[in-house]
């Protein structure tokens, strides 16, 4: 069920009801497609940041439908790919600070680097990219990169659990919301998910070294082609990466009901 605000506000606001989700505010989606940094500007003048890919997830379980949010949409969550001799990793952070999330403090830089080289590589010495790490790490939020891309993941549960949630990327990314957007996709007639990632043969081609890395976001919504629930972890900050939604924490004694 989703709760919507009460107060008088300029755009409607609404909470879900979900542990773990009480004292967080979501605003409306956007009308439409946006590129990135008019996506990151979109939350920020509804005084909020965009949503990770956990709150997308949790909030299209509560809205079913509800004000667009089967459509595409992007998040703050970002994955960082790097390699560590000869093996390929990511490494995935949402923090929600706009002074630290590096997807929302440089959605500018970010958008011209993919919109003219279809890359954005950075060093790893790059003060956002060893918060990002050291996060990602302490968060246990790193994963090992797969050849294959896209991955197809059942949703059903198989010999006692779901491929899609007993995947180390969708663990990282979707963290304790995998299990029930799992539930939740298959009960509406998706039987698998497809999980795009950068596989070693495209990190290979970026030409990276052991110490830069290649700056992705994650989105996560509904390709209207083949009727999959795709999550995205290889995303551009480029034109039209979907219809943005804003989130913001309030106090408990605050919350609308």
């Given at each position: 069920m989703v709760c919507i605000a009460v107060k008088l506000v300029s755009q409607p606001e609404y909470q879900i009801e979900r542990k773990g989700f009480e004292d967080i505010v979501f605003t409306a989606s956007s009308q439409e497609y946006l590129a990135w940094p008019a996506a990151v500007a979109f939350a920020k003048?509804?005084?909020?940041?965009?949503?990770?890919?956990?709150e997308a997830a949790a909030f299209r379980i509560e809205a079913d439908g509800q004000d667009d949010d089967n459509l595409y949409q992007p998040t703050r969550t970002v994955v960082a790919y790097f390699r560590d001799g000869n093996k390929w990793y990511a490494a995935v952070d949402d923090v929600a600070d706009p002074k630290r999330n590096i997807v929302l403090a440089r959605a500018d830089e970010g958008y011209k680097a993919?919109?003219?080289?279809?890359?954005w590589v950075l060093p790893k010495r790059d003060g956002y990219v060893r918060s990002l790490?050291?996060?990602?790490?302490?968060?246990?939020?790193?994963?090992?990169?797969?050849?294959?891309?896209?991955?197809e993941l059942v949703t059903k549960p198989q010999m006692g659990k779901s491929p899609f949630v007993a995947n180390d990327g969708i663990k990282a990314i979707l963290g304790d919301t995998s299990k029930n957007y799992a539930r939740f996709l298959a009960k509406k007639g998706h039987p698998q998910v497809y999980f795009f990632q950068l596989t070693p043969e495209t990190l290979e081609r970026?030409?990276?070294?052991?110490?830069?890395?290649?700056?992705?976001?994650?989105?996560?919504?509904?390709?209207?082609?083949d009727d999959i629930e795709d999550?995205?972890?290889?995303?551009?900050?480029?034109?039209?990466v979907g219809c943005a939604r804003g989130v913001r924490s309030v106090e408990p004694t605050k919350r609308t009901r």
């Open positions: 003048e509804r005084n909020a940041v965009l949503q990770s890919a956990r993919h919109k003219a080289h279809n890359k790490l050291d996060r990602a790490t302490k968060n246990e939020r790193v994963f090992s990169v797969g050849e294959q891309s896209p991955l970026f030409e990276l070294s052991n110490d830069n890395v290649e700056v992705r976001l994650v989105g996560l919504g509904f390709d209207c082609l999550v995205d972890a290889d995303y551009h900050c480029d034109n039209h």
